[in-house]
């Protein structure tokens, strides 16, 4: 039986208030039983008054006085009375009396009291409820074990007693990609029977275990099936364990069933030592998409650290510190988490188990394999996998807890099937085989080649492997490293501040809320990383995400850092992973910005320290020192180069001495151009052919109209020059024939026809150098036309000379 304070008594919600008590039947210290009559009073209420309705008399009401007796809902000592005789309550939230009760079933479990073994999931006339006084669900492995809010104050409080005592804190341990990683594609256990596999290595310690599950046959009738999951331990987990559990009190909380946790933890502590059956899984949270600290400590989680990898399903709690998902096997994820929004956090820079998407049509994105054979980082994609549409549909639409866990296991479901069907490993590692093959291709000379195949037929048709230098998956992980570290400093930190508070006020003086708050010390800690750094990203965040949805942007600004959109005059650093974006490039033309690579940034949040800068800094685009014109910089402005693609420039100009550009297509470009320009272009055209055609008959005119002699000999020696330096520009074209849509002399154009969205008015020695440049372009296109059909060797030479100076125009 529980000794808890006495048992406050009120009127019910329905009573009509106000009340007079006109009567107390039981005295102080008296016993009271269920249901017994205590109190009397009286109460008023409005009723209707009989009329005769055929004499037309109209309904009325009148305020009638009624009597009524209050019954205990509860058994026990009727310890004081708070009213007297002739006393008016009209508050129901008034006490009126207290009784001490023998138990307040403060415990319960599967509708009993734990402590008296009485039932309290009876509900009566008198609208008091056992169950609704133990709310709380402070259990790891059961929902039916629940508390009241009292009991749950005091089990915190003796368990932080004992923490302090032992100088410890709690630790909340997520299980996928935290600290293991699992699969369920059979190619692992291939791989491990095979010691001649390049990936031998790296499975020949992963564990694994079988499941009896629910899964789902053709439509979606339920049928159980068994389950092999693969389980890799992040590198360093034992000694992880071994060092924290001396520091902490290790709980786990994951969004996997409970079977599979009980499995895992088997694996990950197989004596009991550092978990015991602190384990918590989505069978008992009460939540499948988020996780809340309050679902184990509903009174205080001032003593609480969290480790995950997801920060969204913590809503980005203060108390938790995200760590580097761990993606051993290549493009699984997290087997478990399906059902939630992919992640668009950017994968770490130096992580060699990059996730690749596998798509639902068992298709795998091909990826790109560098010298080490690692595997190098695919573009993100940003698109939420088909496999989350009805989950999150049925979210949306409020559909109650069952249904939601119905499809939540059908989605589960179907992506463990497809694994274990498909087997995405395989076939990856099939692709890194292929390029391997190519590559040795191309280091042979035709003479030496051999057929190359990944392996022979047997009788059996077995296919043998013979070994590949290359692999797909590496164990050298090391994030554990980091994050012991940032746990001791954060155990530390708090224990230095309860030290100086028990020097100051003593330890038996100091109550619940004097204590230091893990919320409050851990988010100064990791402030002072970035704390004066105002950030801006470029070509990191996902196309489509929004600022502030983005997890780098909240991870980031947990660490102190201001994210900002633009390249503001407060930007510090401009954070990026190539130099070729507009606002890196803009960056760079400002001394006070740091231009630095994705790397600096998870190098900083590892050590919770900043790093400096100077092995990090991107290399200074070429061409990136020279001045930009202030009318450039503003049209640079205003562009949103996020959504704006990289052109290869590289490519296009290798493209043009390769010799496989089709002259003739792009020629026939160029005069559909040219003939759908406006009216008011092609009127130009035809005056400035016609003064241009009209030049040599109107030189006399000209000069009879110009008052100094010699300016008009000079005029004509220019325009001599310029129609030498056209007619060596015609031949030029003419022998290299090579016309590219407008582009052979857009270098050589004035800068108002360069940017089209500048327009002023020319003056008459402008109009004529306009017309003539467009006449220019028109003979250089004729001539470029007849040169594509001269086969003559000997201009070879002179097509180099003009692809080089084409190539220099374009860059």
């Not at 994820?333 to 639902?360: H, R, W, Y």
């Not at 694994?419 to 291709?441: D, R, T």
């Not at 600022?547 to 954070?575: C, K, M, N, P, Y």
Request: charged letters at 35%; aromatic letters at 6%; one cysteine or more.
């Amino acid at each position: 039986m529980d000794q808890s304070e006495p048992t406050p008594l009120r009127f019910p919600s329905s009573t009509l208030f106000p009340v007079i008590v006109t009567a107390l039947l039981v005295d102080e210290t008296s016993a009271v039983d269920k249901h017994m009559p205590i109190l009397r009073y009286k109460y008023w209420n409005m009723v209707d008054v009989p009329v005769n309705e055929a004499n037309g008399e109209l309904p009325k009401k009148v305020e009638e006085e009624f009597f009524g007796t209050f019954e205990s809902p509860i058994k026990g000592e009727l310890k004081e009375w708070n009213v007297t005789i002739g006393s008016e309550i009209s508050d129901p939230n008034f006490v009126f009396a207290r009784i001490l009760e023998p138990c307040t079933h403060s415990v319960q479990y599967a509708g009993l009291c734990a402590l008296c073994g009485a039932k309290v999931d009876e509900v009566d006339y008198t609208e008091f409820s056992n169950q609704d006084r133990a709310p709380i669900a402070m259990s790891h492995d059961s929902t039916g074990l629940k508390v009241s809010f009292d009991e749950a104050q005091r089990m915190e409080k003796s368990s932080s007693s004992q923490l302090l005592k032992n100088r410890k804190l709690i630790l909340v341990v997520d299980l996928d990609q935290t600290v293991i990683h699992a699969a369920v594609d059979p190619t692992i256990e291939k791989w491990q029977s095979d010691p001649s596999n390049p990936n031998y290595e790296a499975v020949k310690d992963v564990q694994s275990f079988v499941l009896l599950e629910e899964g789902y046959g053709p439509g979606k009738v339920p049928v159980q099936t068994h389950t092999r999951y693969y389980v890799k331990l992040r590198p360093g987990l034992k000694e992880f364990f071994e060092q924290i559990h001396n520091l902490y009190e290790m709980h786990v909380y994951t969004m996997a069933t409970r079977a599979y946790a009980v499995a895992i933890a088997k694996i990950i502590d197989p004596e009991g030592k550092y978990f015991g059956d602190r384990i918590l899984s989505r069978d008992e949270s009460g939540s499948m998409a988020q996780k809340s600290l309050k679902r184990l400590f509903p009174v205080s989680t001032a003593m609480v650290v969290i480790i995950d990898d997801r920060g969204d399903v913590w809503k980005w709690s203060p108390n938790l510190i995200k760590v580097v998902p761990y993606s051993f096997f290549v493009g699984i994820g997290d087997i478990n988490s399906s059902f939630l929004p992919q992640q668009n956090l950017t994968p770490p820079p130096d992580s060699v188990s990059i996730e690749a998407v596998v798509k639902d049509d068992a298709k795998v994105e091909e990826l790109p394999v560098d010298a080490d054979g690692k595997v190098e980082e695919p573009k993100e994609d940003t698109e939420t996998p088909p496999i989350h549409i009805e989950y999150q549909a049925a979210e949306e639409e409020g559909v109650d807890s069952e249904e939601l866990l119905a499809i939540q296991s059908f989605e589960r479901s179907q992506l463990i099937e497809s694994q274990k069907h498909e087997s995405p490993l395989a076939k990856q590692q099939e692709l890194i085989e292929q390029e391997e093959e190519k590559e040795e291709q191309k280091e042979h000379t035709p003479e030496e080649e051999t057929p190359v195949s990944n392996g022979t037929s047997d009788s059996n048709g077995t296919l043998e492997h013979k070994p590949y230098h290359r692999k797909l998956l590496h164990d050298d992980d090391t994030e554990l490293v980091n994050l012991n570290h940032a746990l001791t400093s954060v155990h530390d930190e708090y224990y230095k501040e309860y030290d100086k508070l028990v020097s100051k006020k003593g330890a038996d003086t100091l109550t619940e809320q004097d204590l230091p708050d893990i919320g409050v010390i851990m988010p100064r800690m990791k402030r002072r990383v970035f704390h004066d750094c105002v950030i801006l990203f470029s070509g990191v965040l996902p196309l489509g995400v929004a600022l502030d949805q983005a997890d780098i942007v909240q991870w980031v600004r947990s660490f102190g850092a201001i994210v900002v959109a633009e390249l503001i005059d407060t930007v510090t650093h401009v954070i990026a992973v190539k130099n070729g974006t507009a606002k890196v490039r803009r960056a760079f033309e400002r001394p006070d910005v740091k231009v630095v690579h994705l790397k600096w940034l998870y190098e900083c949040i590892a050590h919770w320290k900043r790093v400096p800068e100077e092995n990090f800094y991107l290399e200074r685009p070429e061409g990136s020192d020279m001045p930009i014109p202030e009318d450039e910089r503003a049209k640079k402005a205003a562009v949103n180069d996020d959504n704006v693609e990289d052109i290869d420039t590289d490519s296009f100009v290798l493209s043009l001495n390769d010799g496989k550009i089709d002259w003739n297509e792009i020629n026939k470009e160029l005069d559909e151009f040219m003939n759908s320009s406006d009216e008011e272009d092609s009127n130009e055209d035809e005056d400035s052919n016609d003064d241009n055609d009209s030049d040599d008959d109107d030189d006399d005119e000209d000069d009879d109209d110009d008052d100094d002699d010699d300016d008009d000999d000079d005029d004509d020696e220019d325009e001599d020059e310029d129609e030498d330096e056209e007619e060596e520009e015609q031949q030029t074209a003419s022998r290299a024939g090579k016309t590219i849509a407008g582009k052979t002399i857009s270098s050589k154009r004035p800068p108002d026809e360069q940017d089209g969205s500048k327009k002023r008015a020319f003056s008459d020695e402008d109009s004529d150098e306009s017309s003539k440049r467009r006449k220019q372009t028109h003979d250089l296109e004729q001539n470029g036309n007849a040169g594509n059909n001269s086969n003559d060797d000997d201009d070879d030479d002179d097509d180099d000379e003009f692809a080089a100076e084409l190539e220099k125009d374009l860059l």
